[in-house]
């Protein structure tokens, strides 16, 4: 482990750190994490790196409609239903750029939400009822 000196004294000319950093987190900006059934909460920056970590394997992603909010998903918990792909579960949601991705605002999370929720379709069958996210 190496040892990091920041200095704060209350002097802009000398203090400051003695290192660059990796990555800057945010705590302004998160990506949206949304259930099939309508549940959500924001991740801070640090925990949907993670999450994109361990999806890697399994990674999969699309665009809501012609939006950059850019859904992102595990592809093995995709179902196919008469042709259509659907994921039934939570999903990650952030923007898609092209610097890359790109984590939302308050007002980008509100939007991405309601774009997602009027994407949901409802999937029937033996006797159960379930919301699911139409993928295309």
Do not use: H, W
């Amino acid at each position: 482990m190496r040892e990091i000196e920041i200095s704060i004294q209350l002097n802009p000319v000398e203090d400051g750190a003695s290192f660059i950093p990796d990555r800057v987190i945010r705590k302004d900006k998160g990506a949206l994490i949304i259930g099939t059934n309508g549940e959500f909460r924001v991740a801070e920056e640090e925990e949907a790196y993670e999450l994109l970590d361990r999806l890697a394997v399994n990674c999969a992603s699309d665009y809501m409609g012609r939006t950059e909010y850019l859904v992102i998903f595990n592809a093995k918990k995709v179902l196919c239903v008469g042709g259509t792909k659907f994921v039934v579960g939570s999903v990650m949601i952030v923007k898609g750029t092209d610097r890359g991705l790109e984590f939302l605002d308050e007002e980008e999370v509100e939007e991405a939400k309601a774009e997602f929720i009027s994407r949901l379709a409802v999937l029937c069958g033996s006797g159960i009822q379930f919301s699911a996210y139409e993928i295309g």
